[in-house]
């Protein structure tokens, strides 16, 4: 199972290798150009500009690993967004991360040299989705953070030639990310802000719905996003079905922070490669692992 | 142009008495955990056409065990011709194009939200690939598009090239595969736990710091009370009304402003 991770700066690839990644992904700011990457074009998200993809591109195959360019807006400039492809793809990036089903379809029939992969932005959650986007020439999936694993299982079985990456660390939005609204026309315009960071207030309860405060509390927390989101026991499960790709998420995160996700994701490979130890025992040093590097698991910070 | 007239039921919801609806929307928009038996939705949706309606059966993204039980649902209803059958993920919508016969499909207002916008990307960049994409969804015996007054705000009518329904007054803003209802009140429970139903006849209203106004969690929906635009776009042939709150009494809750 590789491991794929989110980088800002061509100086965080190396760490990031070194820490264990397989694949890195990134955006890619280009001045002048309207966005057609799902986080805001800043540098904050984001690659500052072609010649850091260039510079990175050169040194993640150095170290013969691969990295990913993501084009995954859900709504673009299709036609800015062709262009933009033409030129990382001249750079000899490995993939292509693509969400809108707009641009695969301007793209179909295109001779790319590198790996289209569908983003969660466009939400995959069966077989006939997976097959809907494989036709369009799709050959990776990143799988919505909410598939259960019996779900996960059930698309992977038929996965075919199409890899399937699920999520692992971070980033843990409670909300369907391709469909939802909530991130929509936030009220403190001019910050980057995503709604869902911030806590929703029960202020009403509706027919049968409890009203104390345990209950309020627990559906407030549920609908919230924490930033210590771990599936690292899933890893176990994972393993067993052959799920190709461990996604972390974070582009933003500081660079300290995202090299101990990666880290912390291949040492429980690692334990699962030279140990093969149980389910039980697996999950106690997942959990172990997780209480010494961030904090302890809890049922809310739990992906699976 | 004549607004035929619709009415939204919920999975385990009764059709209210009296109704000028010519049409019933029934199941599910976001939760496959609330879809019916195939056998209980066949004989609901027979006896609402026997008594002189429409019906839109309404599916939710669907994972393989939510795609399987709409596969039984459909191949239970193969006889009911002009059944329409909205869909709200791209496999449920390749699955039920291959059904025989083959429904007709809508674009349910979660997909329409992505794929309307998509559509519109299409015609500004292409005359071509845009009559190619309308074709393709034509092709797959795509007939209309959903929207609530949120999505339409973002419809771009003018380059959908289907009909479109308005459902109102509550917009579907977001919605969760992990309940929050589920778990109220009971944090142990896992993401994925088992579903009790709690969400029938229970709502919150909730703020958020961040958004304007209030919001509706039902199940696991976030809603907003959107009224339609008085003007609507031509294009709008039917109005669905969608209200999980109608009857459900409400109590306010008085708690301080610690956090």
């Known amino acids: 199972m590789k491991i794929n991770a989110p980088f800002r700066k061509t100086a965080e690839a190396g760490p990031l290798l070194d820490a264990g990644a397989d694949n890195l992904y990134c955006g890619v700011c280009v001045p002048g150009r ?26 993640v195959h ?29 750079l000899s990036v490995d993939e292509i991360v693509v969400s809108s089903t707009a641009l695969l379809f301007a793209l179909r029939g295109r001779a790319l040299n590198c790996r289209l992969s569908l983003s969660v932005t466009n939400p995959v959650f069966n077989s006939e989705g997976l097959a809907f986007f494989r036709s369009y020439g799709v050959r990776k999936v990143c799988l919505p953070r909410h598939l259960s ?28 990310e391709g469909y939802c609204g909530v991130r929509i026309s936030p009220r403190k315009a001019g910050r980057n802000l995503e709604p869902c960071h911030y806590r929703w207030r029960v202020e009403r309860a509706h027919g049968d719905a409890p009203a104390d405060r345990a209950a309020l509390r627990t559906v407030e927390d549920h609908i919230f996003i924490r930033e210590l989101d771990c599936g690292l026991c899933a890893l176990f499960r994972f393993r067993e079905m052959g799920i190709d790709s461990a996604k972390i998420e974070g582009r933003n995160y500081p660079l300290d922070r995202k090299v101990a996700m990666v880290a912390g994701v291949r040492a429980m490979l690692g334990l699962l490669e030279r140990e093969a130890p149980p389910y039980e025992e697996f999950s106690a040093a997942a959990k172990r692992y997780l209480a010494e590097h961030y904090g302890p698991c809890a049922p809310f910070n739990c992906y699976y | 142009m004549p607004i035929e007239k619709a009415v939204f039921i919920g999975c385990g919801e009764e059709a209210p008495a009296a109704t000028a609806a010519a049409r019933i929307y029934f199941g599910e928009e976001a939760c496959e955990r609330l879809l019916p038996d195939p056998e209980e939705a066949a004989r609901r949706v027979r006896a609402w056409r026997r008594g002189g309606r429409e019906v839109t059966l309404v599916f939710p993204p669907v994972s393989e065990t939510g795609l399987d039980r709409a596969a039984r649902t459909l191949a239970a209803l193969a006889r009911e011709k002009g059944l329409e059958c909205a869909v709200n993920d791209y496999g449920l919508l390749s699955l ?21 916008r998509n559509i519109h990307d299409l015609s500004l960049y292409s005359r071509a690939e845009h009559s190619g994409f309308l074709d393709m969804l034509r092709g797959f015996g795509v007939v209309r598009f959903d929207f609530d007054p949120f999505t339409l705000e973002r419809a771009y009518p003018e380059t959908l090239g289907f009909p479109m329904s308005l459902i109102a007054p509550y917009a579907l803003i977001s919605f969760t595969r992990r309940c929050a209802l589920a778990r109220c009140g009971n944090p142990d429970v896992r993401p994925f736990g088992s579903c009790r139903k709690q969400c029938r006849g229970s709502a919150f209203t909730v703020r958020n710091s961040a958004l304007h106004g209030v919001f509706e969690l039902v199940g696991n929906k976030i809603l907003r009370r959107m009224e339609p635009p008085p003007a609507l776009p031509e294009t709008v042939d039917r109005l669905v009304d969608y209200d999980p709150l109608k009857g459900l009494p409400c109590r306010d809750l008085k708690r301080s402003k610690s956090r």
Do not use: W
Request: net charge neutral; glycine share 4%.
């Open chain 1, 62 to 90: 150095s170290r013969g690993k691969t990295i990913s360019v993501t084009v995954n807006l859900p709504f673009c400039d299709v036609e800015q967004a062709l262009a933009f492809i033409s030129e990382v793809e001249s």
């Open chain 1, 149 to 176: 694993l019996d779900e996960i299982r059930a698309v992977n079985a038929v996965k075919g030639a199409v890899e399937i990456e699920a999520f692992v660390m971070a980033g843990l939005c409670p909300f369907v």
């Open chain 2, 96 to 116: 039920a194009a291959r059904s025989a016969p083959r429904p007709r499909l809508v674009v349910g207002r979660i997909l329409s939200r992505v794929l309307a």
């Open chain 1, 34 to 59: 309207p966005d057609v990457n799902d986080r805001p074009n800043n540098t904050v998200y984001n690659l500052p500009s072609l010649e850091a993809l260039e510079a990175a591109v050169r040194l």
